[in-house]
Structures are given as C-alpha cells and as structure tokens.
C-alpha cells in the first residue's frame, strides 16, 4: 500500500500447499469459486419483486497446472485414488505480496484428485511439458 491508495495483489505470486504432497512449480491455479444457489419464493399480492432464499452452496474442483518434472508426488496422488487407497488432503493457496509476505490464503479440506491431464506432445514444438490434476474438496474458506 502507498500511501492512503491501496493497490492489488498481482495474480502471479502465489504459492501451493497440500498435505504432504510435494506442489513445486505451480503455474497456474483455476477453480477458486464459490456458488449459492438460490430459491425463488413467491408472496401472493406482491408483484413488483420475487424473494430468493440461500439453498446449497457449491465448490468448483481447483486444477493446478504445472510443468512435468521428476517430482510424481501428483501423478502418485492420483493413480491411489485409481486404485481406490487414497488419502484425502487438506490444502491452501497462497496469495503474497512483491514482498513475498503472505496476503491472502485460502484454504481447502477433504481434497483428493479426480482428474489428472498429461502434456501435449508435439515434435515439432519446442515448449515445457505441463501436467494438471483437478481436486474435488469439501470447501473453501479464507484465513
């Protein structure tokens, strides 16, 4: 913050933590959304507006994309819930200043992957091998 002004937080300083998995070198994090739904509840006589009552709230799965190197902890992670012996994970995604400090963090419980994606691989083509694993979670909360 200068002066009176706050500023926003740049997108690309964050980091990833999960349990005992190793998130090195994420580089992108999609998913961090919440949704109510809602109940429309009509009142007899009042015609200018329709009440809308919370009802479930919904967690996106997170994805997070990295390039393949040789730490498979993700790829591990997944292939036990393929083979059904699976250990849910808690998690957070950390938001940081230029500083490096720590500014925003969001927290997930209960996660385990549901979707792993391997890299396009093209022979002529000279960019970075990225993987992506997507996570099914009990909630979002931030701290």
């Given at each position: 913050?200068?002066?009176?002004?706050?500023?926003?937080?740049?997108?690309?300083?964050?980091?990833?933590?999960i349990g005992n998995i190793t998130v090195a070198q994420v580089s992108d994090v999609t998913g961090l959304q919440v949704e109510t739904e809602t109940e429309?509840?009509?009142?007899?006589?009042?015609?200018?507006?329709?009440?809308?009552?919370?009802?479930?709230?919904?967690?996106?799965?997170?994805?997070?994309?990295?390039?393949?190197?040789?730490l498979d902890d993700m790829w591990k992670w997944y292939q036990s819930v393929v083979n059904g012996k699976f250990i849910r994970q808690n998690g957070s995604i950390v938001l940081m200043d230029a500083t490096g400090e720590d500014k925003w963090r969001w927290n997930f419980h209960g996660a385990f992957p549901v979707k792993w994606t391997g890299p396009d691989l093209k022979s002529d083509s000279n960019t970075v091998a990225f993987e992506s694993i997507e996570l099914a979670h009990h909630g979002i909360w931030k701290e």
């Amino acid at each position: 913050m200068t002066g009176d002004k706050p500023y926003p937080y740049p997108s690309f300083r964050f980091r990833i933590e999960i349990g005992n998995i190793t998130v090195a070198q994420v580089s992108d994090v999609t998913g961090l959304q919440v949704e109510t739904e809602t109940e429309p509840i009509e009142e007899g006589g009042v015609n200018n507006f329709v009440y809308q009552l919370p009802k479930r709230t919904k967690y996106q799965n997170i994805t997070l994309k990295r390039g393949i190197t040789d730490l498979d902890d993700m790829w591990k992670w997944y292939q036990s819930v393929v083979n059904g012996k699976f250990i849910r994970q808690n998690g957070s995604i950390v938001l940081m200043d230029a500083t490096g400090e720590d500014k925003w963090r969001w927290n997930f419980h209960g996660a385990f992957p549901v979707k792993w994606t391997g890299p396009d691989l093209k022979s002529d083509s000279n960019t970075v091998a990225f993987e992506s694993i997507e996570l099914a979670h009990h909630g979002i909360w931030k701290e």
